[in-house]
């Protein structure tokens, strides 16, 4: 990944969660020390909703959507070649999966730039849902890569690790891709919120203190 997708905090959290999992907070594991800095990192970079924000519109939207050009255009490069020359059918079959989301990755982000050439709140509305989907697909880019190593590696003798070890890395890998991203399919229909239905209300609406009424 670009420096543009790796230096959100939320990203960060995310990524170590799901893939270290309980390890994540165990001192011996080399990613504790980057689960605890993502911690404070959320206080001194903003939260995550200000990392959306910085992601959405400031990284991609200013740079006139470039990066995600780029990003996506790398994502389908190692989908394709996946696809054609994965380790295994189920490789083949994620690589497909990855494919089609990298594909709607671009086509959502442009659809966001153009309704925000007519209001830009539409950012706004769609920038957190936008986060958390570039965050699964990401994962799912990871997981395929595991995938394919583990798919490699599993009928050769001459492994790091026991056939048992890459096993459990496809189980988990076929784990993500059922259970895991099918959740982007919730966050496309999220991104595109009809910008009314968050911003019409007004500011003075939001808390009613009927305490400040009372005589």
């Given amino acids: 990944m670009g420096s543009t997708f790796t230096h959100t905090p939320s990203v960060y959290h995310f990524f170590i969660f799901h893939i270290a999992g309980g390890h994540g907070y165990i001192k011996s594991n080399k990613q504790e020390q980057i689960l605890r800095d993502v911690r404070i990192a959320a206080v001194w970079e903003g939260t995550t909703g200000i990392q959306a924000l ?66 830009r709140d539409a950012i706004g509305v769609a920038s957190v849902d936008y986060l958390m989907y570039s965050g699964y697909v990401t994962m799912a880019e990871h997981w395929l890569k595991m995938e394919e190593a583990a798919a490699k590696n599993i009928n050769n003798s001459d492994s790091e690790h026991p056939k048992e070890y890459y096993q459990a890395k496809i189980q988990t890998a076929e784990f993500y891709f059922n259970n895991i991203l099918p959740r982007t399919e919730t966050l496309v229909t999220t991104m595109f919120t009809p910008v009314d239905t968050v911003m019409q209300m007004k500011e003075d609406h939001f808390s009613f203190d009927h305490a400040l009424g009372a005589n």
């Fill in 54 to 119: 910085d992601l959405l519109g400031r990284k991609i939207m200013m740079g006139k959507l470039k990066p995600i050009n780029e990003h996506c255009g790398k994502l389908r490069s190692k989908a394709l070649n996946l696809m054609m020359n994965g380790s295994s059918s189920s490789v083949k079959k994620h690589a497909w999966e990855l494919l089609k989301l990298a594909v709607q990755w671009q086509y959502c982000t442009y659809k966001i730039g153009a309704a925000a050439a007519n209001n």
